[in-house]
Nanobody, 115 residues
Framework: QVQLVESGGGLVQAGGSLRLSCVTSRSFFSINAMAWYRQTPGKQRELVAT???????NYADSVKGRFTISRDNAKRTVYLQMNSLKPEDTAVYYC?????????WGQGTQVTVSS
C-alpha cells in the first residue's frame, strides 16, 4: 500500500503559476513511475505528466513548455510546476504512483484558473 498526499491547488488568474506537491509514503526506489493526471466533470481522467524512476519525463501536448514535473527523492515528493496557466487547465489534479505492488492514487487537489 502506498499513500499519496497532494497539496498546492487553488484559484489563480490566467497567466499565473501554481506548484502542486505529492508526498509518498514509500521511497522512489520501489516506484516505477509517478504521474499527474487531471479530470473535469463528465470527462475521462487525462494524463498530464510522468516521471520514471530513471528520471525520464513526458508531457501531454497541451501542457508542454508550460508544466514541469520533478521530484525530490529525499523528501519522497513529486512536484508539478504549472506556469502560464489557462482556464482550460481547470480540473482536479491527481497524483498517481506505479509501484511494484500496484497503482495508487491521491485524493486530488482542485486547480481553478480564472479568465
Amino acid at each position: 500500500q502506498v499513500q499519496l498526499v497532494e497539496s498546492g491547488g487553488g484559484l489563480v488568474q490566467a497567466g499565473g503559476s501554481l506548484r502542486l506537491s505529492c508526498v509518498t509514503s514509500r521511497s522512489f526506489f520501489s516506484i516505477n513511475a509517478m504521474a499527474w493526471y487531471r479530470q473535469t466533470p463528465g470527462k475521462q481522467r487525462e494524463l498530464v505528466a510522468t516521471i520514471t524512476r530513471a528520471g525520464t519525463t513526458n508531457y501531454a501536448d497541451s501542457v508542454k513548455g508550460r508544466f514541469t514535473i520533478s521530484r525530490d527523492n529525499a523528501k519522497r515528493t513529486v512536484y508539478l510546476q504549472m506556469n502560464s496557466l489557462k482556464p482550460e487547465d481547470t480540473a482536479v489534479y491527481y497524483c498517481n504512483c506505479d509501484s511494484i505492488t500496484g497503482a495508487y492514487w491521491g485524493q486530488g487537489t482542485q486547480v481553478t484558473v480564472s479568465s
